[in-house]
Antibody, heavy 123, light 106 residues
Framework: EVQMLESGGGLVQPGGSLRLSCAAS????????MSWVRQVPGKGLEWVSH????????YYADSVKGRLTISRDNSKNTLYLQMNNLRAEDTAVYYC????????????????WGQGTLVTVSS | DIQMTQSPSSLSASVGDRITITCQAS??????LNWYQQKPGKAPKLLIY???NLETGVPSRFSGSGSGTNFSCTVNSLQPEDIGTYYC?????????FGQGTRLEI
């Protein structure tokens, strides 16, 4: 059974850092594209970042480029999102999501999602 | 970035109704359009990919159509469990983008 469990969210001050984790089971993260998608409570969905299965190529939304870094640890079958220099506008629920097209050039669609982890940036 | 515009923003319907949600892209995206359903407090669920392909396990009352810039998601014979917010998403290019959502009430 495919499962993804996010962790690492919490309250952080502006300018601070957090690292989100997405522990996967039932599949191998290196074989699939994986994204982070966020959602401000009560608002819509915003794609944040993606790492391709083949080659591990990374993509970022302009709003987070240079501050957020996506990575994966194949030995732990876990996806990460390192979040630095956080801003109030980064406050959201962060979901990890799996793209079943492992060889796709960029994110196509997402067939499995984690339950989400809330990041709150506030002083 | 490609803008995705959904209509209506909210919709109230009755059990057994047929409803249609539309999604318009700001430029031609061929068939690279997906639909998700999100229930309150839950992660989104993939319903339809590539404009018209039903995801495994999704009831056949859901269907999708369209290409280019205009797309639609139809639910035949609406059921109580279909409540939630529906999002379209394009993947013609990065950044992938979502519509603003359509909230469905029954």
């Amino acid at each position: 059974e495919v499962q993804m469990l996010e962790s690492g969210g919490g309250l952080v001050q502006p300018g601070g850092s957090l690292r989100l984790s997405c522990a996967a089971s039932g599949f191998t993260v290196r074989s699939y594209g994986m994204s982070w998608v966020r959602q401000v409570p009560g608002k819509g969905l915003e794609w944040v970042s993606h790492i391709t299965g083949t080659g591990g190529i990374t993509y970022y939304a302009d709003s987070v480029k240079g501050r957020l870094t996506i990575s994966r640890d194949n030995s732990k079958n876990t996806l990460y999102l390192q979040m630095n220099n956080l801003r109030a506008e980064d406050t959201a629920v962060y979901y990890c999501a799996r793209d079943p097209q492992g060889s796709s050039s960029w994110p196509y669609y997402f067939d499995y999602w984690g339950q989400g982890t809330l990041v709150t940036v506030s002083s | 970035d490609i803008q995705m515009t959904q209509s209506p923003s909210s919709l109230s319907a009755s059990v057994g109704d047929r409803i249609t949600i539309t999604c318009q892209a700001s430029q031609d995206i061929s068939k690279y359009l997906n639909w998700y359903q999100q229930k309150p407090g839950k992660a989104p669920k993939l319903l339809i990919y590539d404009a018209s392909n039903l995801e495994t396990g999704v009831p056949s009352r859901f269907s999708g159509s369209g290409s280019g810039t205009n797309f639609s998601c139809t639910v035949n014979s609406l059921q109580p469990e279909d409540i939630g917010t529906y999002y379209c998403q394009q993947y013609d290019n990065v950044p992938i983008t979502f519509g603003q959502g359509t909230r469905l009430e029954i």
